[in-house]
């Protein structure tokens, strides 16, 4: 086979062309009719011309088929050698010049079909001259990806039209296409950073504009540095800088009233869980707070639920033998307990430490049980006179504190498991809440009449019995109490009273006058979390909402 063109079309045309002036010449041209008038000399004349101009025409082709078989056999040889005509022994064939003829090489951009491929005899092929065929011809692609040939007509439906760049633009390619939509999703979601596993984490020392530059933060699931910078100014006290947004579980509000919320210690992925057995999250931006994830626990109204503070685990309890785990990483909820040795009704209580080591319930009879956060396993228990209403962890973990029916304060160091301090709370005769501060240099007691007594701790283990302030703007017993981040405020709530949460300024040991103010109404709040950063407020009530205020004075989330 030659890849030589024989143009056969053109000289069969031709010889068509010749065929057709004689039989016009032998049956009615005007050499017949000049016949018998006597004009043969013309007719001969003029067949002789045409007879010469087809004997050019087809000269000039042959010549021309000619020249092309020699340029194809030039361009053979140069890309194959002697491929079709092998040398015979004694002979020589010489290299061909690539300054006279063809280039050293082409690209074959004929297509991949099968059918115009260039022809491959293996007969006369070694194996070096395979890989060398292979390398000179261009590698067909394995697939071809859809969006690189798909294009959208982003003029047709409404919501696309935002994706213009132009008023007058319509298709664009799939690639483009794609890279406008996460354009569109970036600028609406500016603070999924959380989410993102491909992020670097910052820096020691390096601000959050450095961060976001050299990549921004690694996934918080994934990694323990701080991503909150404090703000170390003072709080003044009287009046409140604050602000109403939008709800935090406005996407989906809980359907029963709302036992827990609390912020992950990024400062944007926040958990909603109540009554109506389902653990949410949510991504707090101020501005639509989107819904990340809802889980339906069937068989357990969440009474209570907590990350652990590495950010890695959710633990759930409520008014049963057992409680459940939500692996944030891998996204699975493991069953835990009943728990070997104990004959526990209710495990709806607990605190977490702050090194996330150790899980602390509320059990029968004045116990409190020990709980490894890793293994999930029994590690020890404590027992104070009186039930056991309300659990602390103060020292970074090492040391708890508890409150009950009793009116005592109890301190435990649970590096020897023993009781180090008992002391009474001062006008308490049950102990129901128990809060300190992230620095452990104060703590906070609530108790069934509403009063709050703030301590300063090392005064208290020293045999000093007064508290620094007891507040008493609340008339019934006390649900919930928090300090915020850097123990400015102190956040009291009651469940049995309508907008029944007081905010307190700490240094002046002083209640906010503003707060709530008359046009906010917080309904019955029965949970409440500030952010890492104390930039937000959220108050989960009876309602099933979750309501989130701006405090103006901190500047991070």
Not at 110 to 122: I, Q, R
Request: aromatic residues 6%; hydrophobic residues 30%.
């Amino acid at each position: 086979m030659s890849l030589i063109s024989q143009n056969p079309l053109q000289k069969r045309r031709l010889e068509t062309i010749g065929a057709d002036d004689d039989s016009d010449e032998g049956l009615g041209s005007p050499t017949a009719a000049g016949a018998e008038d006597g004009n043969e000399t013309k007719s001969e004349k003029r067949k002789k011309e045409k007879k010469r101009k087809k004997a050019k025409a087809l000269e000039a082709l042959e010549e021309k088929e000619n020249k092309e078989r020699e340029e194809m056999k030039k361009l053979e040889s140069s890309l194959f050698g002697a491929l079709y005509a092998p040398p015979q022994f004694g002979t020589e064939v010489e290299a061909a010049d690539p300054d006279k003829d063809a280039p050293s090489f082409f690209m074959d951009r004929s297509g991949g079909d099968g059918e115009d491929d260039l022809p491959v005899y293996e007969e006369g092929l070694s194996s070096e001259d395979e890989g060398d065929d292979m390398v000179g011809r261009e590698r067909k692609p394995a697939w071809v990806d859809e969006e690189e040939v798909t294009e959208v007509d982003i003029s047709k439906v409404a919501r696309l039209r935002k994706l213009r760049k132009e008023a007058d633009e319509h298709v664009i390619s799939g690639k483009e296409y794609e890279a406008r939509l996460r354009g569109q999703h970036a600028k609406l979601n500016r603070f999924a950073g959380w989410a993102d596993l491909d992020r670097k984490a910052p820096l020691p020392g390096s601000s959050d504009s450095e961060s976001d530059e050299e990549g921004g933060v690694d996934d918080i699931l994934r990694n323990n540095d701080e991503l909150v910078v404090k703000d170390n100014a003072k709080l003044l006290p009287d009046m409140l800088g604050f602000s109403r947004l939008v709800d935090a579980n406005a996407q989906e509000p809980s359907s029963g009233p709302i036992n827990s919320v609390q912020f992950h210690r990024n400062g944007q992925l926040m958990l909603v869980a109540g009554l109506d057995k389902h653990l949410r999250f949510f991504q707090i931006d101020g501005k639509r707070n989107p819904k990340i994830q809802s889980i339906f626990i069937e068989d357990c109204p969440v009474h209570k639920a907590a990350f652990l503070p590495d950010g890695s685990e959710v633990i759930l309890s409520g008014r049963r033998k057992f409680f459940y785990s939500f692996d944030l990483v891998n996204a699975a909820v493991s069953k835990i307990g009943p728990l070997t040795g104990r004959e526990e009704k209710s495990l709806e209580h607990f605190e977490i430490s702050p090194d996330s080591k150790t899980i602390a319930f509320i059990g029968n009879e004045g116990y409190i049980l020990l709980i490894s956060s890793k293994t999930k396993q029994l590690i020890g228990t404590l027992k104070m006179n009186g039930n056991v209403r309300s659990l602390a962890f103060s020292d970074g973990g090492n040391q708890l504190l508890s409150s009950g029916g009793d009116g005592h304060v109890y301190h435990w160091d649970l590096r020897t498991r023993k009781c180090i301090h008992k002391g009474t709370d001062e006008g308490s005769l049950a102990g129901i809440s128990l809060c300190t501060s992230p620095d452990s240099s104060l703590f906070a007691t609530g108790s069934t009449s509403g009063i709050v007594n703030v301590y300063k701790r090392d005064d208290f283990l020293g045999g000093k019995r007064k508290p620094l302030k007891t507040i008493e703007n609340l008339t019934t017993e006390i649900g919930e109490m928090k300090f915020n981040h850097d123990a400015q405020v102190l956040a009291i709530s009651s469940r049995k009273e309508r907008n029944g949460m007081r905010l307190v300024h700490v240094p002046s040991l002083t209640v906010f006058q503003n707060w709530p103010g008359p046009r906010f109404s917080l309904h019955y709040p029965r949970c409440l979390d500030f952010s890492p950063g104390s930039g937000f407020l959220s108050i989960g009530h009876a309602g099933g909402k979750v309501l989130l205020y701006k405090l103006h004075h901190y500047q991070n989330a």
